[in-house]
């Protein structure tokens, strides 16, 4: 067994740190000390030792916190590290001292605060920069600010540590996971029409307030058609996105909206039933194929725990299983109170901790990871799967619809995350697909996780 010994101070987030590194990640059998030491130690069966530099905790003075301007990266480098493949390595904290003997390695880069930065995402709550939704926006993040939001530093990091240790004659295999894609719809919206009432009330719109008429009667006239079983509603989606996913051996996600309970206007652009028999019918072919049925918590249920707490029972109660993942509408995300609060209603995995001005890695990772509470300092039993892309980003933030996948960053996204062993969690509207763009979008991108 490796034993990692660790200095006295903010034991809780070291721990957090080392665990995910080393159990979560690597899959390595270790177990901790604590010590009066200034850095940490990392001691092999072999008794050869890697000696990981601190270069933030014990930089902290006695009765003080690190939530707070002061304790943000000053300036963040990238060196050469004969043990990371690739490029350069971003020091989120740290320096370039490499130190290598046959027994021995001396490693400047602080991963473990490095891996804590990015995981717990606390510089979210020392910068208060936020958008007209309240969101923290990738701009204002580090990662951003010195371009390596789309590289999965947390997986370099651990990819480093891992050669260090073998380097030095670490017997345990430990655990690599293969690239993979995460599959997850957002149903914002059930179907385009949900009836006659639905179809007359926005031809009206057309000629009333928009003076469109021709488009009315389309609308009417498309309806009639998905009536009489001609085509299929251009929302209706499900079949073809689970027929892609098993082609795969992969899952789509669905993430149901329970927007009857809100009164937020951006829950109910496209409100729809939970009990209806057209919702009932999706979650039973959903249910049947064994593919996986979520919540997509309302607009303003980020930090309030009534109003999400009463959405689940509704999703559940229609659906009738358990939900035990999702994603917040909007990506509407409070560090760490969303996290307390979905920990609070037994959830398992939450999805939103991506942006939605860019793509790329907001927590330095793919992987599926326990969240921490930065406030209470405890580790949770609540798991995060990082989001990396989102559709919507073509719309909102003057993306690249239309453009193929390798003419933008999400290829360089793609190829990142397989080099270091991190899945890719992918964001797709079941609505989307009525913009044939976005078909042809999709399924470049599945194809290149073949």
């Known amino acids: ?10 034991s809780a987030e070291r721990m957090y740190a080392i665990d995910i590194v080393m159990d979560e990640i690597l899959g390595l059998d270790y177990r901790i000390e604590t010590k009066h030491q200034h850095d940490y130690e990392i001691i092999l069966e072999n008794g050869n030792k890697v000696i990981i530099k601190d270069h933030f905790f014990s930089q902290i003075p006695g009765g003080s916190g690190y939530l707070n301007e002061n304790c943000l990266p000053k300036r963040i480098d990238f060196i050469k590290n004969r043990f990371v493949k690739g490029e350069d390595i971003p020091v989120i904290y740290g320096s370039q001292q490499l130190e290598i003997t046959d027994r021995r390695i001396v490693c400047g880069i602080d991963i473990f605060a490095s891996v804590f930065f990015m995981l717990t995402r606390w510089e979210e709550v020392v910068i208060q920069t936020r958008d007209t939704h309240q969101r923290f926006p990738a701009t204002a993040s580090s990662a951003f600010k010195y371009s390596f939001l789309d590289r999965p530093v947390v997986n370099e990091y651990v990819e480093m540590l891992r050669q260090m240790v073998r380097h030095l004659g670490c017997q345990q295999q430990g655990k690599e996971e293969p690239f993979t894609f995460v599959l ?17 009330r926005t031809a009206g719109g057309d000629i009333i307030k928009r003076k469109q008429i021709r488009t009315a009667f389309s609308r ?18 499900y079949d073809w996105l689970m027929d892609l996913s098993e082609s795969l051996n992969l899952k789509s996600h669905f993430y149901f909206m329970s927007s009857g309970l809100s009164a937020a206007p951006e829950d109910n652009h496209s409100p729809y039933s939970l009990d209806s028999p057209k919702a009932l019918a999706i979650f039973a072919k959903i249910k049947t194929r064994g593919h996986v049925i979520g919540i997509h918590p309302g607009y303003d249920s980020y930090n309030n725990e009534s109003l999400w707490k009463a959405q689940k029972k509704q999703l559940e109660g229609a659906c009738g299983c358990e939900v035990t993942r999702g994603r ?10 969303t996290w307390q609060l979905w920990e609070n209603q037994n959830m398992e995995i939450d999805s939103t901790c991506g942006y939605s001005d860019r793509e790329g890695f907001r927590c330095g990772t793919g992987h599926t990871f326990s969240v921490f509470n930065i406030m209470t300092c405890k580790k949770l039993k609540l798991k995060e799967q990082p989001l990396i892309f989102m559709d919507m980003r073509n719309f909102e933030c003057g993306g690249y619809k239309g453009k193929s996948l390798f003419d933008h960053n999400l290829y360089r996204i793609i190829d990142n995350a397989r080099e270091f062993n ?14 044939k763009a976005f078909v042809h979008m999709y399924e470049e991108i599945l194809q290149v996780g073949r």
Not at 1 to 10: H, K, S
Not at 220 to 237: A, H, L, M, S, W
């Open 1 to 10: 067994m490796i034993l990692v010994t660790i200095p006295q101070n903010f």
């Open 184 to 200: 997850t719809h957002d149903v914002d919206a059930l179907l385009k029409w949900l009836g006659w009432y639905h179809v007359l």
């Open 220 to 237: 009417i006239k498309e309806y009639k058609k998905i009536r009489r079983g001609q085509v299929k509603d251009p929302f209706d989606t």
């Open 328 to 337: 917040q509408h909007y990506l509407r995300f409070q560090v760490p109170h």
């Open 422 to 435: 991190t899945p890719v969690t992918l964001l797709f509207h079941n609505d989307t697909f009525a913009d």
